[in-house]
């Protein structure tokens, strides 16, 4: 059974730092790019950074600044560091993993059930 797992929301103050969790079970994690979503009440799920199998990194332009997307595949694990946390980075977090970094959707990608982080003083 496949399941990513993301771990390490909550509720932090504003410029304080987290490090989001994205584990991988049930899958040959090292085949698999994985990117970071957010996702805001009542908006659609957007993109922040993407992380290739090969460990090639690109962000948008909501993340490249204080997002770092990261890879442990001996741990089968993603990471999301965000640093100098706002308000308006209060969301519901995911992670998605697609295979051979194909990321269109298709019969091997597949979505975290989210984490939520809430920065508010």
């Known amino acids: 059974q496949v399941q990513l797992v993301e771990y390490g929301g909550g509720s932090v103050q504003p410029g304080g730092s987290r490090r989001l969790s994205c584990v991988a079970s049930g899958i040959d994690f090292s085949v698999y790019g994985i990117r970071w979503y957010r996702q805001h009440p009542e908006k659609q799920r957007e993109l922040l950074a993407t992380i290739t199998l090969s460990g090639v990194t690109t962000y948008t332009d909501s993340a490249k600044e204080r997002f770092t997307i990261s890879r442990d595949d001996a741990e089968n694990t993603a990471y999301l560091q965000i640093d100098s946390l706002r308000p308006e980075d209060t969301a519901v977090y995911f992670c998605?993993?697609?295979?051979?970094?194909?990321?269109?959707?298709?019969?091997?990608?597949?979505w975290g059930q989210g984490t939520q982080v809430t920065v508010s003083s």
């Open positions: 998605y993993a697609a295979k051979w970094n194909n990321f269109d959707a298709g019969p091997y990608n597949y």
